[in-house]
T-cell receptor
Framework: AQSVTQLDSQVPVFEEAPVELRCNYS??????LFWYVQYPNQGLQLLLKYLSGSTLVKGINGFEAEFNKSQTSFHLRKPSVHISDTAEYFC????????????FGKGTLLTVNP | GAGVSQSPSNKVTEKGKDVELRCDPI?????LYWYRQRLGQGLEFLIY????????KSGLPSDRFSAERTGESVSTLTIQRTQQEDSAVYLC?????????????FGNGTRLTVT
């Protein structure tokens, strides 16, 4: 079975500060990892994904995430956030070669304050 | 191009009534998924369609829930005899293929409130 834990349900930060949203997963096989973002009153959209290769992946809007197999983590980072980054962020894992049972974490609400 | 479209965007219904939620996937996307998002929770997988294959219904929470898809187009999720615990946002997503790297494209969801 696979599972995803997002350790922080809410992360408030000030504009231009760095941010890290934590994600840990469990799976007995190789995984594919994703971060999705849900802006207020909008649907989820893909932020970035790790399939293979370089463990540091870059996504849209200046976000990046690092896959750490030994720590089973896939933390999301941004060096300087903007007000417009306020949204809910979901980490997701897929294992076993099938996309359809993408397992999502409970989400982290990032609130960027001026 | 057009994204995944869901209707209605909001639905308020009385306990015990049936509701039907609609999803129009992106044209050409063979895979279609339904998820449920309860307040403060992650996304809960409900059902998956891939082309003409038998759907994976393993996530449906009870026999009050059912879903259909016409070919590779519109899908409807039906909830019979709604209960208050069915209140949630129901999200539909489509993807180009079943490949593990294919991203899901989500609709804006239908917010269902059962009173």
């Amino acid at each position: 079975a696979q599972s995803v834990t997002q350790l922080d349900s809410q992360v408030p930060v000030f504009e231009e500060a760095p941010v890290e949203l934590r994600c840990n997963y469990s799976s007995s096989v190789s995984v594919y990892l994703f971060w999705y973002v849900q802006y207020p009153n909008q649907g989820l959209q893909l932020l970035l994904k790790y399939l293979s290769g370089s463990t540091l992946v870059k996504g849209i809007n200046g976000f990046e995430a690092e896959f750490n197999k030994s720590q089973t983590s896939f933390h999301l980072r941004k060096p300087s956030v903007h007000i417009s980054d306020t949204a809910e962020y979901f980490c997701a894992v897929n294992s076993g070669g099938s996309n359809y049972k993408l397992t999502f974490g409970k989400g982290t609400l990032l609130t960027v304050n001026p | 191009g057009a994204g995944v479209s869901q209707s209605p965007s909001n639905k308020v219904t009385e306990k015990g009534k049936d509701v039907e939620l609609r999803c129009d996937p992106i044209s050409g996307h063979t895979a279609l998924y339904w998820y449920r998002q309860r307040l403060g929770q992650g996304l809960e997988f409900l059902i998956y369609f891939q082309g003409n294959s038998a759907p994976d219904k393993s996530g449906l929470p009870s026999d009050r829930f059912s879903a259909e898809r016409t070919g590779e187009s519109v899908s409807t999720l039906t909830i019979q005899r709604t209960q208050q615990e069915d209140s949630a946002v129901y999200l539909c997503a489509s993807s180009l293929s079943q490949g593990s790297g294919s991203p899901l494209h989500f609709g804006n969801g239908t917010r269902l409130t059962v009173t």
